[in-house]
């Protein structure tokens, strides 16, 4: 009996993709368990490399293996966001499977959650794909289904790849479901299936209320403000460098969750150096009163930062990197004058 092997990774292309292994790739049709238990072998333990991973790939733990299915025809079918046009939207195409990112054949159709599927995308559908009128009505119906989940979910990315059409009907043998991060208070369901996997330090960081993005450099990179950590990393880029990540304290960080994220990221075997930027902002009226701070309280002070660097430092033992502090801003003076050797101890802060 035939089955499939489908490497279990947070990434698309795993089909197209490579392992390290044996350069074979992340789905395989196997023969026999004595295939089944080899291809298990070469697969688990190692890393696949797809055009949504990172370049060495990421680490597969986990196989989902299953009977093979006998496809008369593959499609793909997904509902997403055009934030282009502030709307959802249904793609669809009649060539599924691997071949998907190249196809030309790919229909959009826009539409609004209040109306979900009318007959007139019903109509398109069916017109452009070919399919049956008893066909239509289960294609008709799994829209439904995935725009109900659509709006009911905070989903961001409902993807059936491939839903594939059968001698008893039709069958998805993969989907991709992404849910709004920003939705994870009412959607707890859902966020309580999410695994720590490849991306731990990413909720480490959300639980402190920071905001990490993984990339792909060496040079880490601390900062408060999403604008400020886009153009440090412009500018890290510019000069040839490459940042591991950025990693936003934004403005209501706390001295001890600072301490946590700074574990996070000398945790991070790739990061060779780091750079830490802060811009601190409160001004003041002419009788003294705290005006910025007034209308955004978050707003972070530089000699907290300092005195999170010199803390995150001795929990660690010192840090064994070179590490460049810009500060400025509020009390960034007392801030800088905290991290320098003479009062902190830490010696490769400069």
Not at 149 to 172: H, I, M, Q, S
Not at 296 to 324: L, N, Q, T, Y
Request: with cysteine.
């Amino acid at each position: 009996m035939l089955s499939s092997t489908s490497a279990q990774i947070l990434a698309g292309g795993r089909g197209k993709g490579t392992f390290d292994s044996d350069q074979k790739g992340g789905v395989r049709i196997v023969k026999s368990p004595r295939e089944a238990y080899q291809s298990a072998l070469n697969m688990l333990n190692h890393n696949l490399t797809t055009k949504q991973t990172p370049p060495a790939g990421l680490p597969v733990h986990k196989l989902y293996i299953y009977k093979a299915v006998d496809i008369t025809h593959e499609y793909y079918l997904a509902i997403t966001f055009d934030r282009r046009r502030s709307s959802p939207i249904i793609l669809i195409s009649d060539s599924g499977g691997v071949d998907i990112e190249t196809s030309d054949r790919l229909h959009q159709l826009w539409f609004q959650l209040e109306t979900g599927i009318t007959p007139e995308i019903d109509a398109y559908i069916q017109a452009e794909l070919g399919f049956s009128d008893s066909e239509m009505k289960v294609i008709h119906k799994l829209l439904c289904d995935m725009v109900r989940l659509f709006r009911e979910k905070d989903a961001t990315l409902l993807e059936l790849n491939p839903l594939v059409k059968t001698a008893d009907g039709f069958v998805c043998l993969d989907a991709k479901f992404e849910f709004d991060n920003s939705a994870r208070f009412r959607q707890g369901d859902i966020f309580a299936c999410e695994e720590g996997g490849d991306e731990q330090e990413v909720r480490d960081a959300e639980k402190l209320g920071l905001s990490y993005v993984k990339l792909d450099g060496n040079i880490g990179n601390i900062v408060n403000g999403a604008g400020l950590a886009m153009a440090t990393n412009d500018l890290i880029t510019l000069v040839g460098g490459r940042c591991a990540n950025f990693l936003d304290v934004g403005g209501g960080a706390t001295r001890d969750g600072l301490v946590k994220a700074f574990k996070i990221l000398w945790g991070d075997e790739r990061v060779k150096g780091v750079l830490i930027n802060i811009y601190g902002g409160e001004c003041h009226s002419r009788d003294g009163h705290t005006l910025l701070r007034l209308m955004f309280p978050g707003i972070v002070r530089c000699d907290m930062i300092a005195e999170s660097i010199i803390a995150a430092a001795k929990d660690i033992g010192g840090f064994k990197m070179p590490v460049v502090v810009r500060l400025q801003g509020t009390n960034s003076e007392k801030g800088l004058k905290l991290v320098s050797w003479q009062e902190s101890g830490v010696s490769k802060v400069n």
